[in-house]
């Protein structure tokens, strides 16, 4: 293998990994939003506070007083479904599933980039020997 082709050769799978890394902590920070906001609801649930602070986003809050538990869950296309907070945290629990799988998924895309990586570096230092062995017993 030419010295050329194991430089771009290598320098994809380097390509591939940034890639599986960036997806990884998209996951894990998917991950961790979705255990925050099942704490939250937890916490939401066994309170037994009227008043309460309510995210309006990017860190804004307003207070607001609690009429009753039931969330409205965006289902999809903008789809907002009545739920309680147990059927809630149910959801919660079955999309952190989803992304524990994604995340195993592209950690084994990962492992196996890194095994070609090895494999194409271990081809190339074989036939480095090789080269170095011919010179030798030509000499």
């Given at each position: 293998m030419a010295r050329e082709e194991i430089i771009l050769r290598?320098?994809?799978?380097?390509?591939?990994?940034?890639?599986?890394?960036?997806?990884?902590?998209?996951?894990?920070?998917?991950?961790?939003?979705?255990?925050?906001?099942?704490?939250?609801?937890?916490?939401?649930?066994?309170?037994?506070e009227k008043q309460m602070l309510a995210n309006l986003g990017k860190n804004i809050f307003i207070e607001t007083e609690v009429q009753?538990?039931?969330?409205?869950?965006?289902?999809?296309?903008?789809?907002?479904?009545?739920?309680?907070?147990?059927e809630t945290i149910k959801i919660i629990e079955e999309q952190i599933s989803k992304l524990m799988q994604a995340k195993n998924h592209v950690l084994g895309k990962m492992q196996e980039t890194q095994q070609q990586?090895?494999?194409i570096i271990a081809e190339a230092e074989k036939s480095e020997s090789e080269k170095t062995k011919k010179k030798i017993n030509f000499s």
């Open positions: 290598l320098g994809m799978i380097e390509q591939e990994m940034n890639k599986l890394q960036e997806h990884l902590q998209l996951i894990e920070q998917n991950i961790l939003e979705l255990q925050n906001l099942q704490m939250s609801l937890q916490e939401l649930k066994d309170s037994k009753n538990k039931n969330l409205f869950v965006d289902v999809g296309n903008k789809t907002f479904v009545k739920k309680n907070i147990p990586a090895q494999s």
